[in-house]
């Protein structure tokens, strides 16, 4: 295996987090759209889930948090230091566990949608474009970290699961956020990624 390979889902979801990765840090790598979990894909996925990392040794990874983590490990995107790798860790949880479960709950009707402007945009959102307001990266330090490429996902994703919220985010209303998404999306890999993004039946 020349390349490494990212097999998810012709959706955005939870394998958007390290497509974007492996974009942004412009790693040669095999994005392999799946239509569904059959027996060609099946005995590689540990809990019968996606996604899936396969890397050029052959080594096997699950779980999107594990898998953007050992590839930022590995090109040193995870922070310099340990007090940085664990605001990195902090950040990434309250994107995927908070934010990003709570986006796709609403989405489902499970949640009401007022709880997004009530909880979501003041507890999370608002705070991130202070932090970027007061350090420039989510995670202080002096470069920029997959901590901020999270918040940049999620950023850009709760206005297309949930335009509404789109309208009560964008447009200046959190400007450092706005200069996140524009940091990631000028970056020629993230660019191409975007253009190239499938349109899914399913808008998750
Ligand atoms: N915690 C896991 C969740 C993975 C997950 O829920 N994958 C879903 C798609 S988003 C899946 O493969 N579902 C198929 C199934 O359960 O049969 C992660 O972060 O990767």
Redesign the pocket.
């Given at each position: 295996m020349t390349k490494p390979q990212l097999s998810?889902?012709k959706?955005r979801?939870?394998?958007q987090f390290p497509r974007v990765l492996l974009s942004y840090l412009s790693i040669d790598y095999d994005n392999n759209y799946i239509d569904k979990?059959d027996e060609s894909i099946i005995d590689d996925?540990k809990?019968?889930?996606?996604?899936l990392f396969k890397d050029t040794n052959g080594f096997k990874l699950?779980?999107?948090?594990?898998?953007t983590k050992y590839i930022s490990e590995k090109y040193n995107f995870l922070g310099k230091t340990p007090e940085e790798r664990a605001l990195v860790d902090e950040t990434i949880s309250a994107v995927?566990i908070d934010v990003f479960t709570f986006i796709i709950r609403v989405f489902r009707g499970v949640e009401e949608k007022e709880k997004i402007q009530e909880l979501i945009i003041p507890r999370f959102f608002a705070k991130w474009n202070q932090i970027l307001g007061e350090k420039k990266y989510i995670a202080g330090g002096d470069s920029y970290t997959l901590a901020d490429l999270y918040v940049y996902v999620v950023y850009e994703y709760i206005g297309y699961v949930l335009p509404f919220a789109g309208d009560l985010l964008y447009g200046g209303k959190f400007p450092h956020l706005d200069s996140l998404k524009e940091h990631f999306e000028s970056n020629k890999g993230v660019a191409e990624y975007l253009k190239n993004r499938p349109v899914t039946e399913r808008k998750?």
């Open positions: 998810y889902f959706a979801a939870l394998g979990i996925l809990y019968g889930q996606l996604p699950v779980q999107s948090m594990a898998i995927h998750i």
